[in-house]
């Protein structure tokens, strides 16, 4: 069974930088297109960031040319670089497969506070 484990979230002024970490086990990570997502206070659950097993990198037009995601498959973890952050990006942070179609888990999350 995949386990995800968000991590490095925080609060930020904004304009600050953060890392986030996701750590999976119990699927092989290295074949799967892994993906960022986030959910705001009252808001549906949104797509972030997407990144193949090859490499390749989609973006949400709200955080394209600030946000950077990779993996390292020999960690079987992901990452985002946030950087530039404003208040709207406030949200709980979570990772699953892109795209979460037939998904029902998900990891706890990570919380990005951005402070104006």
């Known amino acids: 069974q995949v386990q995800l484990v968000e991590s490095g979230g925080g609060l930020v002024q904004a304009g600050g930088s953060l890392r986030l970490s996701c750590r999976a086990s119990?699927?092989?990570?290295?074949?799967?297109?892994m993906g960022w997502y986030r959910q705001a206070p009252g808001k549906q659950r949104e797509f972030v960031a997407r990144?193949?097993?090859?490499?390749?990198?989609n973006y949400a037009d709200s955080v394209k040319g600030r946000f950077t995601i990779s993996r390292d498959n020999a960690k079987n973890t992901l990452y985002l670089q946030m950087n530039s952050l404003k208040p709207e990006d406030t949200a709980v942070y979570y990772c699953?497969?892109?795209?979460?179609?037939?998904?029902?888990?998900w990891g706890q999350g990570t919380q990005v506070t951005v402070s104006s």
């Open positions: 990144i193949t097993s090859g490499g390749s990198t």
């Open positions: 699953n497969r892109s795209p979460p179609i037939g998904v029902v888990y």
């Open positions: 119990g699927s092989i990570f290295s074949d799967v297109p």
